[in-house]
Each structure stands twice: as C-alpha cells, then as structure tokens.
C-alpha cells in the first residue's frame, strides 16, 4: 500500500481551500482504498485576518508561518511517503511551494501541485514574476492540477501531466437540503468575505436603486471599518440590510435556498465553493466570468458579468427579478448539474487516479 501526503489548510481560518480539505477528510474517514493510505498536514495561516490585505503583514506572518510549518513538514517526509499533494493559491505562497517541493525531490517523491486559483490564464497574458515563478513550480513538480479549463490549455503547453479536477458537492449539503423550511424571501444575498476583492462594493452599487422591497443579506467576515463605509456609501436607509457575519453551513444553505438572487461578483476566483453550494441549493445566481465559474454556469446555469462593471450587475439583477421563469430555468439547470457532476465520489475518482498513477510509476 501506498503512502500519499496530503498538504492543505484546515479553518481557522475559513477560507475555499480550508472548506475542501474537510469536505476531503470527512469523506475519507469512512472510505478508504486498498491500494494508497491518506496522511494529512495542516498548512493553515495563524496569526493573520483572512480579510487582511496588506502586503508588509502578508510576508512577515508569512516568514513566520513558513519556518514553522517546514519543520512539520520535513519530519513527515522523513516518514517517506510515495507521494506529496500540495495545495496552492499561488502569489507569494509559490515560494514556499519551491521549498516544500524540492524537498520532496531530494528525498526521491513525487509531487502534485493543486492550483486553487482561477488567475493562471491572465497571468500567462501578462507574463509577470508570479507567471515566471508558477512555471518553475510546474517544471518541478510531477503533477499539476488546475480548476478550470482555461487554466487546463494555459498549462498543457508546458507540463505533460496536467489535469482538471473540479470542487465537489458537500455531502453535508446533501444531508441537509431536505431538512431546510423553504420560505422564499425578497433577499438579495451575497456569501463570501467582505472585501473589495470580492466585488462587495459593486454588490452594494448594482443594487442601491432597486426597489426598498428587496432585503440585502451579507454573510461572511468583515472588517467594522468595511461594513460602514458600505453603509456610508450606498445605503439606503429604508432598504433592510444585514450583515449576518459568518454562519454555519445549516443557516447559510437556509439563506439561499430562501433567496432570490444569489450574488458573486469577484474580481477574481478559482472553483468557489458558494456556487457549488448554490447551483446545488437551486439557487438563481449572478457572478462574474472569472476561474472556473463560466465552466460551471455556462449552458443556462446561471447569469455571467464582468468583473467590476456595476452598470452591466444593475441591469442583469433586474432582469432576473424581473422574470420568473428565467431564475426558475437557471436554477434548475444548475441543481440538476451539480448534483450529478460535483459529486464528491466523482472528484475522489479523479483524485485517485493521479495518486495511483504516480505511485505505480
């Protein structure tokens, strides 16, 4: 029996990344294979807010984190596992993957980088440092796995193993659907962490002029200083808004399955959880055409936009509230392709043909 490594954060904090990997472990502790056995180690930033952007913090608790998680990281390679699986969202995080992995080569084991980032595309147009560096990482890696299918062509031009593997579906979702009371609301919502990055401002823009009947629901971590200059800005004070902060999964299904719109409008993504879920939930969703969301809401599943263009979010929000049957056909679609292609079966399929591909070499 094989021995695979699985290296990926766990919350705190909360983040796409962190929720796979306990989608992953969950499944794993009542499936198992006869042909591989499944170690996890803890990659998860401490120290910092995961709503933090500065630079300067970034790289300082980034040093930090880096130094100690290496020492882990090393005592479990000396237990010599025939495969190391790593997680990367990329940026500066790309350094950190060169160590982790040429480590792994000095002690003869193969490696998987797992992208977790849709930007791959964008960075091979711009050809920057971050493109220089994520090209290195490839070539020392044996594996290379990628979220969208634009990242998929990017790639294939420089690596020979590169494969797309999608999010799965939470079976705890699943677990859960039928036991949620719908009671359909005039709700706006939006599910993520409250920055700029995310699309928070234009979501607050796009709908300052609707109608006072529509409800703005924020479910997510915030800053205080973020949630009142929204308010500031954009608020109208007889709409309702509420900023619920984060929730357990159980209420934040219940929100959307109860919503009208559901509303994603990041600047950047790789394979967001919060469609998942909400492409399962039946969820009537707006979101911007970055990563892998135009894979998943393609074909009638869901309504793309721009990032950063309020005027086009505006217009596409109306028409959708405007016209029942069109959110009744796109939520449709997009439940009934979720529930048969995110399944967490079908990813661990595709998972394990790379972990015991590399294992039988």
């Not at 060169?98 to 998987?112: A, E, M, N, P, Q």
């Not at 979501?203 to 009947?213: C, G, H, N, Q």
């Not at 721009?306 to 796109?330: A, G, W």
Request: proline share 4%; hydrophobic share 40%.
């Amino acid at each position: 029996m094989k021995k695979i490594l699985l290296v990926s954060p766990l919350p705190p904090p909360v983040g796409g990344i962190a929720s796979w990997t306990v989608n992953m472990l969950k499944y794993f502790k009542t499936y198992s294979s006869e042909e591989y056995s499944l170690e996890h180690l803890n990659n998860a930033m401490q120290l910092r807010s995961i709503t933090s952007t500065s630079l300067v913090f970034r790289v300082f608790y980034g040093i930090i984190n880096f130094v100690s998680f290496y020492f882990k990281l090393t005592s479990q390679i000396f237990k010599r596992p025939d495969l190391c699986h790593f997680t990367s969202s990329a940026s500066l995080g790309l350094f950190k993957d060169i160590f982790f992995i040429l480590t792994c080569r000095l002690f003869k084991i193969d490696t998987v980088i797992h992208y977790r980032f849709g930007r791959i595309p964008e960075l091979y147009i711009n050809k920057g440092w971050e493109w220089r560096v994520l090209k290195f990482v490839n070539s020392i890696s044996t594996f290379v796995i990628v979220l969208d299918s634009k990242s998929l062509e990017v790639l294939n031009k420089y690596h020979k193993h590169v494969f797309l593997i999608e999010n799965p579906v939470s079976p705890q979702l699943i677990e859960l659907k039928n036991k949620i009371i719908k009671n359909p609301e005039n709700t706006i919502l939006f599910v993520g962490h409250v920055t700029r990055k995310k699309g928070i401002y234009e979501f607050f823009e796009a709908t300052s002029d609707l109608d006072i009947k529509y409800k703005l629901e924020i479910v997510g971590p915030f800053e205080k200083d973020v949630k009142q200059d929204l308010l500031d800005r954009y608020s109208n004070k007889e709409r309702e808004v509420i900023f619920h902060g984060p929730l357990n999964n159980e209420s934040v299904y219940g929100k959307m399955i109860n919503s009208k719109l559901l509303i994603l409008p990041s600047y950047t993504e790789g394979f967001p959880n919060v469609i998942i879920e909400g492409m399962a939930l039946g969820c009537a969703i707006i979101a911007t055409d970055v990563g892998a969301i135009p894979d998943m809401l393609s074909d009638d599943r869901g309504m793309l936009i721009s990032p950063q263009n309020v005027f086009q979010l505006n217009e596409v929000i109306k028409k959708m509230l405007n016209n029942d049957t069109l959110r009744d056909t796109l939520s449709t679609n997009a439940e009934s392709y979720a529930l048969k292609n995110y399944t967490i079966e079908n990813i661990v399929k595709k998972l394990e043909f790379i972990w015991t591909y590399g294992n039988k070499k």
